[in-house]
């Protein structure tokens, strides 16, 4: 049965999926979209494969546009250019489903209830909520996902999400409408730079249990590399949410707790370490005062550092009617510059 909304007619669902080196699977995956998508739109990232004309040549559902990119942008570029399209349409819903076959679409109608029912404008598949399955994860999946979970936390503000660089994601047309996919990381980062920027907006954000395939395709994604890469792209995000959430758009107590800590934790470790190096070198040993204000930045450092997490924990976006609000503050230019 197709979702309802809670209130009017059905929606206006969209099904982006870029492709790239996916000619294998795509058939699968658009046989698998239930019926209640309206609109289906296959981009071809200029993929040497030519999983576009592929499917032109293979499919005769009407509902498929085939969008062919003269250039390789990357899987953030290829969504992008979808959701552009889907707009275009009128389409309120939009899902985003990876061509390799990991993902399962039928599963897109838990995916999308939580938007139907107007707890949150951005859902997205979360593979580590059933410990059952987590097995059939490559190990270095696992370890990676870890990682990056924890810089995404930090630097998008979503403390409550996990599995970020998930690709089963939906979107509301709305939030959608209000973020500038200019600005989105056109490659693998593509993911982590939408939450940031949903947390700009206090969008709300919802994890749903899905289970994930692990057959014979071949991911693009190099996990060491990407941890390095996405780890300064992660930090960049983090220093921008902070100052805009805590210094831009408002001042609050936590505001005050986080220099504080970066001011003891630093006075107190490089006078640790000069200390330290100096005794070394004059064979002296630091005197109680020395040591005493050492541990006592140091400590004190520490726990406003504590404080402020604390807070920024408690404040992560969970709120619907937040993103209402906030969004009007799209006209400042502290965002624009973002």
């Not at 200029?46 to 499917?55: I, L, T």
């Amino acid at each position: 049965m197709p979702p309802q909304e809670v209130q009017g007619e059905p929606p206006h669902i969209a099904v982006v999926i870029p492709c790239y080196k996916v000619k294998s699977h795509i058939l699968q995956v658009l046989d698998l979209i239930p019926e209640f998508v309206h609109t289906i739109y296959v981009i071809d990232d200029a993929c040497p494969e030519k999983s576009g004309e592929f499917v032109c040549a293979h499919n005769e559902d009407p509902q498929v546009s085939v969008i062919f990119l003269n250039k390789n942008c990357g899987v953030g570029g290829a969504v992008k250019a979808g959701y552009q399209a889907a707009l275009s349409s009128g389409a309120e819903i939009i899902i985003k489903v990876d061509g390799d076959g990991q993902m399962d679409p039928r599963e897109i109608e838990e995916l999308i209830a939580p938007i139907l029912s107007g707890d949150a404008f951005y859902a997205k598949g979360n593979r580590f909520a059933d410990l059952s399955r987590i097995h059939q994860m490559p190990k270095v999946r696992i370890f990676g996902n870890l990682a990056l979970s924890f810089l995404t936390k930090l630097s998008t503000g979503y403390w409550r999400m996990f599995d970020p660089n998930n690709g089963f994601t939906a979107i509301h047309s709305q939030a959608l409408r209000n973020i500038d996919l200019m600005k989105i990381d056109n490659r693998y980062f593509f993911e982590s730079d939408m939450l940031f920027r949903l947390g700009l907006l206090r969008v709300n954000v919802v994890d749903v249990p899905m289970g994930a395939k692990y057959g014979d395709e071949k991911s693009n994604l190099r996990i060491g590399r990407t941890l390095f890469e996405f780890a300064g792209k992660h930090l960049r995000n983090a220093v921008k949410r902070i100052i805009y959430t805590y210094y831009l758009r408002d001042f609050t107590l936590a505001s005050i707790e986080l220099p504080l800590g970066i001011l003891g934790t630093s006075l107190g470790t490089g006078v640790g370490l000069y200390s330290w190096i100096h005794g070394i070198i004059t064979h002296q040993r630091s005197s109680n005062g020395t040591i005493g204000l050492v541990s006592i930045s140091i400590i004190l450092g520490i726990q406003f550092l504590l404080a402020f997490l604390s807070f920024d924990v408690n404040n992560s976006p969970w709120n619907g009617s937040d993103f209402q609000i906030k969004s009007r503050d799209l006209s400042s230019p502290q965002v624009r510059q973002l």
